[in-house]
């Protein structure tokens, strides 16, 4: 069972107390767009390799979605930070 | 059923003054209905072998007999099915234990396994003759053909025969407990290196716990009694560090087996709390299972000692170097009177020495090496020991127990002729294996050691630290000094040094498969699993190239085992076959858990009644009196009918479905979930949830809701009530609730921040019962004196808030039945006797209580839908006909753009209709296939399924709603449910199967 930082609650606490949100930046567009742009908005993802940004809820506790950064090879939360935050920049992120 | 045992006299084998059982102490058991008086501290193992016993199961495949190899939890043949009498009861019977791990206990019924009709005499040994055409991957390769044969024949005939012990066919009557800990060191392993991890680590108010898997703390230390530490003897030094380590606050767990190394320092632990005890106190759990959270994990597991692989390794009599010199120096047992001795390792040296000190005689020392340490054989003569240097064992004799060894001198991979040596116990050593299982669980890396052939713990993304053999540390120094020097490191503290004589360091050369001078067909590799060398070889030849594959066709370490013996040997073999490396070939993953657990461990106090919460509703207990029946909804007990006297439930849902559409019925609604959405922006955030649109909802009024996801598919549906102009009460399904309220709180969080809305979930605040049936208004009128209900001032969709009969109540004016219907919601406390108002006054104009069943038929008469039941998460509204819920001029909703997708509006979607059977009294089955015709060939095209049917009271045949492709286009076309009985012919008709016009809802 990983554990996760709630960045509102500022505790590092057990799995169990999170629900998992899919992917995060994921941004919904305006309703004008194409089809296409419509069907990748609900259909594909990223699915990296290493560090994933992602969004967890804290549902047992504060209540609150916020972000992560995963490790999908080691299963280990990287950081998190706040809803609304940009994404920050990891060590062997390419610029 | 008689068993006859050969000369055996009661413990024969036990030798006064050695080991650390308590003969005095008598502890009595049965073998397969034959008293075995054990003393204190043996395992059923030890007691056995102390009378002599070494037969005491049967192999898995072959039958072969087999005896105790090892003293320990890696024990493959010794699987017994174990009864406590005292306790008592089939259902506490427990199959495949261990012998080696098994506790005497007064009073334990202990039996053989897979044998039949008894343990000495068994039928199924015939496979053993029929070993030839048995080999590896025999049963994908037999039992092909006829086909009409896999399930008549080959089936059951494999079936009866597979698999070790028989389970009980009773309820476990024990319980099993759960529990959480903390700590900033745990140490897994009580051995040595353990122990002095322990050591290092305690002090300083860290928290440690220490957790063996055996009865007794001390690991290797209890076989070593004439080894001193810091100058006392070792089982003193012993005894004062568990009195030092306690002092200083360490959790000593004993009996506790670390099972899997989770994420983050997470280990699992099984603690076998009453295995050990003849009777036990009521309130103690049989098991319990812990979870703790490390700071730091030393893992000090040891080593695991390797058979030696060839011809007829398997009899009994044939066991491990170092279990004989446990079951010697721990137990007092000498496992036989004329030992013979192989070994490729040093280690096997001191067990002979030990036996020969204790009385034993010790025929000779085989090693496969041609050097040894000169100290060794210099100990060996002064002992009387024939020492034969660059020898292997190369077959045996004897059938229930070792009788002889064939020992042949070898040059590389040829041997000389061999010689034959009677024994009645064969020792043997292939070195030792770190145990790295639950250091690989935590995806550490294992680097290879040729000298030695062994893997060894590498790196590790855990915080953990690896000590003593299982880091590949070899002898009672070295292993203090490792494990003190980890318990230091995970503790920021400075190791305790020790020192040591009598060590039994030593060392010992890698081998797989041993030459021969005859073809080894019984050579093991997996006892469990009866695999042997030549298996492996024959799936290398027959094309398995990976070790997973190898693995799976010879299922080579795949039993209960895992192949704690014979992981290493396998892949020595396989790596020889396939002339690679070990490390090239690789090892298989080891999985949790390490040893066999139960499942009620796992599941702790989670099943039966308290498998999971059980909701009740304030009006449960009342429904409970009236003799409802109930049914599981989401995580809600809902009562599902209502029988008077002997009526079936068919016959209760007609009276309760024409009582209600002649009279009216009284419903328990307070499932429903309901939210309250408040705040300025209140409107418009339902507006953007809600396919509906919501901005001009008047107070005071309701509005049917569709909630779809950003796909476009239905998620949910409920009934938004206004209550005022920045407040609402929406409701959800029963089991949609949580679901709805994340949903809402993430479009909120996060697409729509800047929105000022607050969300509650009020499910359990409110009882909700409604009041269906023409009869409705006249029921509830009586109570509502604060406001008019009548039809004009209070018609179909509205809501007021009001009292009733003096408490404050939320009236909704809905129907989910399509009769004129009130929603009554009062505060949960009053609900009860709120509840009681409603159906004394409505038992008066002789109106009824129904349940969810009849709720069911009311809907599907009506052609409601349930979110859930006629949806499956890929049903749109128009699919659902439910277009008119659309907002169409809406800017956007949650689902709007995905809905103008072209495959959203594809004429073949799989649309709801309804359906009329052609007699009107067959109910089609929920979930039954639709076709086009009845005699298209197979396969059939599937049109879609059938998702509600029942037999409807109201209009005196049976109706059905169902998915069918381009349904909405196929009114009045005949479609065909393909049952097995027959098939049964339906035309497609409109979902809304009773008042169309919806008259009665204004009634």
């Given at each position: 069972?990983?554990?996760?930082?709630?960045?509102?609650?500022?505790?590092?606490?057990?799995?169990?107390?999170?629900?998992?949100?899919?992917?995060?930046?994921?941004?919904?567009?305006?309703?004008?767009?194409?089809?296409?742009?419509?069907?990748?908005?609900?259909?594909?993802?990223?699915?990296?390799?290493?560090?994933?940004?992602?969004?967890?809820?804290?549902?047992?506790?504060?209540?609150?979605?916020?972000?992560?950064?995963?490790?999908?090879?080691?299963?280990?939360?990287?950081?998190?930070?706040?809803?609304?935050?940009?994404?920050?920049?990891?060590?062997?992120?390419?610029? | 059923?008689?068993?006859?045992?050969?000369?055996?006299?009661?413990?024969?084998?036990?030798?006064?003054?050695?080991?650390?059982?308590?003969?005095?102490?008598?502890?009595?058991?049965?073998?397969?209905?034959?008293?075995?008086?054990?003393?204190?501290?043996?395992?059923?193992?030890?007691?056995?072998?102390?009378?002599?016993?070494?037969?005491?199961?049967?192999?898995?495949?072959?039958?072969?007999?087999?005896?105790?190899?090892?003293?320990?939890?890696?024990?493959?043949?010794?699987?017994?099915?174990?009864?406590?009498?005292?306790?008592?009861?089939?259902?506490?019977?427990?199959?495949?234990?261990?012998?080696?791990?098994?506790?005497?206990?007064?009073?334990?019924?202990?039996?053989?396994?897979?044998?039949?009709?008894?343990?000495?005499?068994?039928?199924?040994?015939?496979?053993?003759?029929?070993?030839?055409?048995?080999?590896?991957?025999?049963?994908?390769?037999?039992?092909?053909?006829?086909?009409?044969?896999?399930?008549?024949v080959y089936e059951p005939a494999i079936r009866a025969a597979a698999g070790l012990g028989r389970a009980p066919t009773e309820?476990?009557?024990?319980?099993?407990?759960?529990?959480?800990?903390?700590?900033?060191?745990?140490?897994?392993?009580?051995?040595?290196?353990?122990?002095?991890?322990?050591?290092?680590?305690?002090?300083?108010?860290?928290?440690?716990?220490?957790?063996?898997?055996?009865?007794?703390?001390?690991?290797?230390?209890?076989?070593?009694?004439?080894?001193?530490?810091?100058?006392?003897?070792?089982?003193?030094?012993?005894?004062?560090?568990?009195?030092?380590?306690?002092?200083?606050?360490?959790?000593?767990?004993?009996?506790?087996?670390?099972?899997?190394?989770?994420?983050?320092?997470?280990?699992?632990?099984?603690?076998?709390?009453?295995?050990?005890?003849?009777?036990?106190?009521?309130?103690?759990?049989?098991?319990?299972?812990?979870?703790?959270?490390?700071?730091?994990?030393?893992?000090?597991?040891?080593?695991?000692?390797?058979?030696?692989?060839?011809?007829?390794?398997?009899?009994?009599?044939?066991?491990?170097?170092?279990?004989?010199?446990?079951?010697?120096?721990?137990?007092?047992?000498?496992?036989?009177?004329?030992?013979?001795?192989?070994?490729?390792?040093?280690?096997?040296?001191?067990?002979?020495?030990?036996?020969?000190?204790?009385?034993?005689?010790?025929?000779?020392?085989?090693?496969?090496?041609?050097?040894?340490?000169?100290?060794?054989?210099?100990?060996?003569?002064?002992?009387?020991?024939?020492?034969?240097?660059?020898?292997?064992?190369?077959?045996?004799?004897?059938?229930?127990?070792?009788?002889?060894?064939?020992?042949?001198?070898?040059?590389?991979?040829?041997?000389?002729?061999?010689?034959?040596?009677?024994?009645?116990?064969?020792?043997?050593?292939?070195?030792?294996?770190?145990?790295?299982?639950?250091?690989?669980?935590?995806?550490?890396?294992?680097?290879?050691?040729?000298?030695?052939?062994?893997?060894?713990?590498?790196?590790?993304?855990?915080?953990?630290?690896?000590?003593?053999?299982?880091?590949?540390?070899?002898?009672?120094?070295?292993?203090?000094?490792?494990?003190?020097?980890?318990?230091?490191?995970?503790?920021?503290?400075?190791?305790?040094?020790?020192?040591?004589?009598?060590?039994?360091?030593?060392?010992?050369?890698?081998?797989?498969?041993?030459?021969?001078?005859?073809?080894?067909?019984?050579?093991?590799?997996?006892?469990?699993?009866?695999?042997?060398?030549?298996?492996?070889?024959?799936?290398?030849?027959?094309?398995?190239?990976?070790?997973?594959?190898?693995?799976?066709?010879?299922?080579?370490?795949?039993?209960?085992?895992?192949?704690?013996?014979?992981?290493?040997?396998?892949?020595?073999?396989?790596?020889?076959?396939?002339?690679?490396?070990?490390?090239?070939?690789?090892?298989?993953?080891?999985?949790?858990?390490?040893?066999?657990?139960?499942?009620?461990?796992?599941?702790?106090?989670?099943?039966?009644?308290?498998?999971?919460?059980?909701?009740?509703?304030?009006?449960?207990?009342?429904?409970?009196?009236?003799?409802?029946?109930?049914?599981?909804?989401?995580?809600?007990?809902?009562?599902?009918?209502?029988?008077?006297?002997?009526?079936?439930?068919?016959?209760?849902?007609?009276?309760?479905?024409?009582?209600?559409?002649?009279?009216?019925?009284?419903?328990?609604?307070?499932?429903?979930?309901?939210?309250?959405?408040?705040?300025?922006?209140?409107?418009?955030?339902?507006?953007?949830?809600?396919?509906?649109?919501?901005?001009?909802?008047?107070?005071?009024?309701?509005?049917?809701?569709?909630?779809?996801?950003?796909?476009?598919?239905?998620?949910?549906?409920?009934?938004?009530?206004?209550?005022?102009?920045?407040?609402?009460?929406?409701?959800?399904?029963?089991?949609?609730?949580?679901?709805?309220?994340?949903?809402?709180?993430?479009?909120?969080?996060?697409?729509?921040?800047?929105?000022?809305?607050?969300?509650?979930?009020?499910?359990?605040?409110?009882?909700?019962?409604?009041?269906?049936?023409?009869?409705?208004?006249?029921?509830?009128?009586?109570?509502?004196?604060?406001?008019?209900?009548?039809?004009?001032?209070?018609?179909?969709?509205?809501?007021?808030?009001?009292?009733?009969?003096?408490?404050?109540?939320?009236?909704?004016?809905?129907?989910?039945?399509?009769?004129?219907?009130?929603?009554?919601?009062?505060?949960?406390?009053?609900?009860?006797?709120?509840?009681?108002?409603?159906?004394?006054?409505?038992?008066?104009?002789?109106?009824?209580?129904?349940?969810?069943?009849?709720?069911?038929?009311?809907?599907?008469?009506?052609?409601?839908?349930?979110?859930?039941?006629?949806?499956?998460?890929?049903?749109?509204?128009?699919?659902?006909?439910?277009?008119?819920?659309?907002g169409k001029t809406k800017a956007d909703f949650v689902g709007m753009r995905a809905l103008k997708r072209p495959d959203m509006?594809?004429?073949?979607?799989?649309?709801?209709?309804?359906?009329?059977?052609?007699?009107?009294?067959?109910?089609?089955?929920?979930?039954?296939?639709?076709?086009?015709?009845?005699?298209?060939?197979?396969?059939?095209?599937?049109?879609?399924?059938?998702?509600?049917?029942?037999?409807?009271?109201?209009?005196?045949?049976?109706?059905?709603?169902?998915?069918?492709?381009?349904?909405?286009?196929?009114?009045?076309?005949?479609?065909?449910?393909?049952?097995?009985?027959?098939?049964?012919?339906?035309?497609?008709?409109?979902?809304?199967?009773?008042?169309?016009?919806?008259?009665?809802?204004?009634?």
């Amino acid at each position: 069972m990983i554990l996760i930082h709630c960045p509102y609650c500022d505790e590092t606490l057990p799995e169990a107390e999170f629900t998992y949100a899919g992917e995060a930046h994921v941004v919904r567009p305006d309703p004008s767009v194409s089809d296409e742009t419509w069907r990748d908005f609900l259909y594909i993802r990223s699915n990296p390799k290493g560090p994933h940004a992602e969004r967890w809820r804290h549902a047992h506790g504060c209540g609150r979605y916020f972000n992560a950064i995963r490790d999908t090879v080691s299963d280990r939360v990287l950081t998190t930070y706040k809803a609304g935050e940009s994404k920050p920049v990891l060590p062997g992120d390419v610029k | 059923m008689s068993e006859t045992y050969e000369h055996v006299a009661p413990a024969r084998y036990r030798i006064s003054g050695k080991g650390r059982v308590n003969d005095l102490a008598p502890v009595r058991f049965t073998f397969d209905g034959r008293e075995i008086v054990a003393a204190a501290g043996d395992t059923v193992a030890s007691a056995l072998l102390a009378h002599g016993i070494h037969l005491v199961g049967r192999s898995f495949k072959y039958h072969r007999p087999r005896g105790v190899v090892t003293a320990g939890s890696e024990e493959p043949n010794a699987l017994i099915r174990v009864t406590h009498s005292a306790k008592g009861g089939e259902g506490r019977t427990e199959p495949n234990t261990r012998a080696t791990m098994q506790e005497a206990v007064e009073g334990l019924k202990v039996e053989s396994q897979n044998r039949w009709p008894s343990l000495s005499f068994d039928a199924l040994s015939l496979n053993d003759r029929l070993s030839r055409v048995l080999g590896a991957g025999f049963y994908y390769k037999t039992f092909k053909w006829p086909r009409s044969f896999w399930d008549k024949v080959y089936e059951p005939a494999i079936r009866a025969a597979a698999g070790l012990g028989r389970a009980p066919t009773e309820d476990d009557p024990d319980h099993y407990s759960s529990r959480y800990a903390f700590c900033d060191i745990l140490v897994v392993g009580a051995g040595p290196a353990g122990l002095a991890a322990a050591m290092a680590a305690a002090g300083d108010g860290r928290r440690v716990i220490l957790a063996d898997e055996s009865g007794e703390p001390g690991g290797s230390l209890l076989a070593m009694p004439a080894a001193t530490i810091d100058g006392k003897p070792a089982w003193v030094w012993l005894a004062e560090t568990l009195e030092t380590l306690a002092a200083a606050g360490v959790t000593i767990l004993l009996r506790t087996t670390a099972i899997a190394y989770d994420h983050e320092n997470m280990v699992g632990l099984v603690e076998r709390v009453t295995d050990h005890l003849a009777t036990a106190p009521a309130d103690l759990p049989r098991e319990r299972f812990w979870r703790v959270r490390a700071g730091r994990v030393v893992l000090a597991q040891g080593a695991i000692e390797k058979p030696l692989v060839f011809d007829g390794n398997d009899r009994p009599g044939v066991m491990l170097a170092g279990a004989a010199q446990t079951y010697l120096n721990r137990y007092g047992v000498a496992v036989g009177r004329h030992v013979a001795v192989a070994t490729s390792h040093d280690s096997a040296w001191h067990t002979a020495f030990a036996l020969t000190d204790a009385g034993v005689t010790v025929a000779m020392i085989a090693d496969t090496r041609a050097q040894v340490a000169p100290a060794l054989t210099a100990a060996a003569a002064e002992r009387g020991i024939a020492v034969m240097l660059s020898t292997v064992p190369v077959a045996t004799q004897g059938t229930k127990r070792i009788k002889g060894v064939w020992l042949a001198e070898r040059t590389g991979d040829t041997v000389a002729e061999a010689g034959y040596h009677a024994c009645d116990a064969l020792l043997m050593s292939g070195g030792w294996t770190p145990a790295v299982s639950l250091f690989s669980h935590t995806k550490g890396k294992l680097a290879w050691d040729a000298a030695t052939g062994r893997f060894l713990p590498d790196t590790s993304p855990e915080a953990c630290h690896t000590a003593g053999a299982g880091a590949g540390v070899w002898g009672l120094a070295d292993a203090l000094a490792s494990g003190a020097e980890a318990g230091a490191a995970a503790a920021g503290t400075t190791a305790p040094s020790f020192t040591v004589t009598g060590d039994d360091a030593g060392t010992g050369a890698p081998e797989g498969a041993l030459p021969s001078d005859r073809p080894a067909r019984k050579a093991f590799v997996d006892f469990q699993n009866d695999v042997t060398a030549k298996d492996i070889r024959l799936a290398v030849t027959e094309g398995m190239r990976s070790i997973e594959h190898i693995k799976r066709y010879t299922t080579t370490g795949m039993a209960t085992d895992q192949g704690k013996l014979s992981n290493i040997n396998g892949l020595m073999i396989a790596a020889e076959a396939l002339g690679k490396t070990p490390p090239e070939v690789g090892l298989t993953t080891f999985r949790p858990p390490y040893t066999p657990t139960t499942f009620a461990a796992l599941a702790g106090p989670r099943r039966g009644a308290t498998f999971e919460v059980t909701r009740k509703t304030v009006i449960d207990p009342w429904a409970e009196a009236a003799g409802a029946v109930f049914e599981p909804v989401a995580l809600w007990r809902r009562a599902r009918y209502f029988p008077k006297g002997v009526e079936t439930m068919d016959e209760a849902v007609a009276r309760e479905c024409r009582t209600t559409r002649k009279t009216a019925g009284i419903f328990d609604a307070s499932t429903l979930g309901k939210i309250e959405v408040v705040g300025p922006d209140a409107a418009e955030f339902l507006n953007r949830m809600y396919t509906n649109p919501m901005l001009k909802l008047g107070v005071g009024k309701c509005r049917y809701a569709l909630m779809l996801g950003d796909d476009g598919f239905i998620r949910d549906d409920g009934v938004i009530a206004r209550v005022a102009e920045d407040r609402f009460h929406v409701t959800t399904t029963t089991g949609g609730a949580p679901r709805v309220l994340a949903t809402m709180e993430d479009y909120l969080q996060t697409e729509w921040p800047d929105l000022k809305v607050w969300l509650t979930s009020t499910t359990e605040e409110w009882a909700t019962i409604a009041i269906n049936g023409p009869k409705a208004r006249e029921i509830l009128k009586p109570f509502i004196k604060d406001a008019d209900i009548s039809a004009e001032a209070f018609p179909h969709m509205s809501m007021l808030e009001c009292s009733f009969a003096g408490v404050p109540c939320r009236l909704f004016r809905v129907s989910f039945t399509g009769e004129l219907g009130f929603e009554v919601n009062v505060g949960a406390a009053e609900g009860r006797k709120v509840w009681e108002l409603i159906v004394g006054a409505g038992e008066k104009v002789g109106a009824c209580v129904y349940g969810t069943e009849t709720m069911h038929v009311l809907r599907a008469e009506k052609g409601y839908i349930i979110v859930g039941q006629e949806t499956d998460g890929t049903v749109t509204p128009q699919d659902a006909g439910l277009s008119w819920a659309l907002g169409k001029t809406k800017a956007d909703f949650v689902g709007m753009r995905a809905l103008k997708r072209p495959d959203m509006a594809k004429a073949d979607r799989k649309q709801l209709v309804g359906l009329f059977t052609e007699d009107p009294g067959t109910v089609l089955e929920e979930g039954a296939q639709i076709v086009e015709g009845p005699d298209e060939p197979l396969p059939m095209t599937m049109l879609g399924h059938v998702t509600s049917s029942y037999m409807s009271a109201t209009l005196g045949r049976s109706i059905a709603m169902a998915v069918v492709s381009g349904g909405h286009a196929r009114m009045g076309e005949t479609l065909y449910v393909p049952m097995d009985d027959g098939v049964i012919a339906a035309t497609v008709t409109s979902t809304v199967f009773f008042d169309p016009e919806g008259a009665r809802l204004n009634g």
